[in-house]
């Protein structure tokens, strides 16, 4: 499955921003997904994960309260709802998609999308 992120900007501490993985291939509604960010200078970390149904979502406790990650296996789309943003959320965000399940671990994901910027201004 190929990915491609989109959503990426300039946004203010607090606001909200919706960033779209769309994926291309077959079989996407078998695909868990996942979403990790990298901030300058840090490594690649993990923000959430959602299982191929959908019924299991996972957080990085950084995010949690804030962000909602969701599907749309007929639009073959994965988003991540980001709410009171953060100067420390500012990162160039990856979606990534595993056969089936979700996961926390960056090495269970076979597929990575080309990933967008955000930038959270104070």
């Known amino acids: 499955v190929q990915l491609q992120a989109f959503g990426g900007g300039l946004v203010q501490a607090g606001g909200t921003l919706r960033l779209s993985c769309a994926a291309s291939g077959r079989s996407f509604s078998n695909y868990g997904l996942g979403w990790f960010r990298q901030a300058p200078g840090k490594e690649r970390e993990f923000v959430a994960t959602?299982?191929?149904?959908?019924?299991?979502?996972y957080y990085a406790d950084t995010v949690k309260g804030r962000f909602t990650i969701s599907r749309h296996n007929a639009k073959n789309t994965v988003y991540l709802q980001m709410n009171s943003l953060k100067p420390e959320d500012t990162a160039v965000y990856y979606c990534?998609?595993?056969?089936?399940?979700?996961?926390?671990?960056?090495?269970?994901?076979?597929?990575w999308g080309q990933g967008t910027q955000f930038t959270v201004s104070s």
């Open positions: 959602i299982s191929w149904s959908g019924s299991n979502t």
């Open positions: 990534a998609a595993k056969w089936y399940g979700a996961s926390r671990r960056e090495s269970d994901f076979d597929s």
